[in-house]
């Protein structure tokens, strides 16, 4: 329960004048502003939109076994290694954004995030210095998972806080638009690579493309991002943690928090990153036919999303939310059967569908979830909650699917998975409060 006088200081803090020069009135976003707060997501989901999309060839370079399996599983291990860093991503930029202010905490982000991104670029694989080639892929996969534990959310915040309250899901939902635009990109870069090279080609040096290129969308963001208000005053000077706060006032929203993103982030790298992996593996598709269907589903995605987000909000955050839930449990099941056996088109229309609902549920969460929190201490409460399902569900996603199909022979574990996780986000979904179109606590 709320104490009166935290309850009483945050309104203070909520309604408070900016103090000028440092915060911005809440009203009309400016493209520069908006353009900032996508570009560090779409670097950062482009990366691991590829990594993901090239897991196979990342096995063969840097994972060699006589068994595919194994160079599999090995491979989307680094993928959820990296995302059980996203927690502690989330509480030091968290803290950071707390403490210091919005747009510092996006832009140290940014920069670790183009380092690392270009550094896989330029890997020795494993035939050239052995077993220090995956020790090397792991390290820096950590240091993006601790990067982009602070970014998406951060973001989220920063358009949340620019936008007008009546305007604010479909503001917020950009941060969503940059996570999907960078895996459409990271998806349709590897596709492209895949079409323009052979598969000897790819596997030899053509994997390195996608990584390097980042380089563009990091001097991007930093050019962006380098300068600009701030949304809320900086807690420079101010005594206790943010994340004690967050503890000690919003520990039933955070757990909330943590069973809304469930499917944030499980559904997203099952539908958008594995599916490529289980079309080939499954349905013996090629890799560029996987590809090239999977970015049709994310073009979708980057329409769908900003639109569900206008819709919840005229109607509600949680009527939209809890659309595309039911539409995720009910329909699952039958897309999943229609993309294991229906050859390309079975896998065109199956992989459309479950993006659809995905695009349903993802397009309002992003508000939601900085709707729940308090202004002092809302980036570690929104980062941490959200990280945490991220790296418990949406890291493990890729290899649990990998699991079900591959050792237990469960060619629609996924999809029961997937149902499962559904489940959970909606009960999280049907006690939230509805606070679409008020004034940020």
Not at 137 to 149: C, D, E, K, N, V
Request: aromatic share 10%; proline share 5%; net charge positive.
């Amino acid at each position: 329960m709320t104490s009166p006088s935290f309850a009483a200081t945050a309104d203070l803090a909520s309604t408070a004048p900016a103090q000028t020069g440092s915060q911005e009135r809440p009203g009309r976003v400016s493209p520069r502003l908006l353009l900032a707060g996508i570009i560090g997501n779409t670097l950062e989901w482009y990366d691991f939109a590829a990594y993901g999309f090239l897991a196979a060839v990342f096995a063969k370079n840097f994972f060699p076994t006589s068994d595919p399996f194994v160079g599999l599983i090995s491979a989307f291990g680094v993928f959820a290694a990296s995302f059980l860093m996203r927690p502690v991503g989330g509480i030091v930029f968290g803290h950071v954004g707390d403490r210091y202010g919005r747009r510092f905490a996006l832009y140290i982000s940014a920069g670790m995030m183009t380092v690392s991104t270009v550094a896989i670029g330029l890997l020795p694989t494993y035939a050239a210095i052995g077993a220090g080639a995956p020790v090397l892929l792991l390290a820096l996969r950590l240091l993006q998972g601790l990067s982009i534990g602070g970014e998406y959310t951060t973001s989220a915040i920063f358009l949340a806080e620019s936008a007008a309250p009546e305007r604010r899901g479909l503001m917020t939902s950009f941060a969503a638009f940059g996570a999907t635009g960078g895996t459409l990109l990271g998806s349709a870069v590897a596709a492209l690579v895949a079409t323009l090279v052979s598969q000897e080609a790819l596997v030899a040096w053509g994997w390195r493309v996608p990584f390097l290129a980042g380089i563009i969308l990091g001097g991007f963001a930093f050019f962006l991002r380098r300068s600009g208000a701030e949304t809320r005053p900086p807690r420079a000077g101010r005594r206790g943690l943010p994340i004690v706060e967050a503890f000690r006032f919003d520990l039933a929203d955070m757990v909330r928090g943590v069973a809304l993103s469930a499917m944030l982030g499980a559904g997203f790298y099952l539908i958008v990153v594995y599916l490529t992996t289980y079309m080939q593996e499954i349905d013996g598709l090629t890799a560029r036919t996987s590809l090239q269907i999977n970015t049709l589903t994310m073009v979708l995605l980057l329409v769908v999303c900003p639109l569900a987000a206008a819709l919840s909000d005229r109607i509600g955050r949680r009527r939209v939310m809890v659309a595309g839930l039911v539409g995720l449990i009910l329909f699952t099941w039958p897309l999943f059967r229609l993309i294991d056996g229906g050859g390309e088109m079975g896998a065109l229309l199956g992989q459309l569908g479950l993006g659809l609902l995905l695009g349903i549920y993802c397009g309002p969460v992003p508000a939601a979830l900085v709707e729940m929190f308090r202004p002092d201490a809302r980036c570690s409460a929104v980062s941490l909650s959200y990280n945490l399902s991220m790296g418990i569900a949406g890291g493990t996603a890729p290899m649990v699917a990998v699991y079900l199909v591959s050792r237990e022979q469960l060619d629609m574990g996924p999809a029961a998975y997937l149902i499962l996780l559904s489940a959970i986000s909606l009960a999280a979904a049907l006690t939230m409060t509805e606070r679409a179109g008020t004034k940020l606590r």
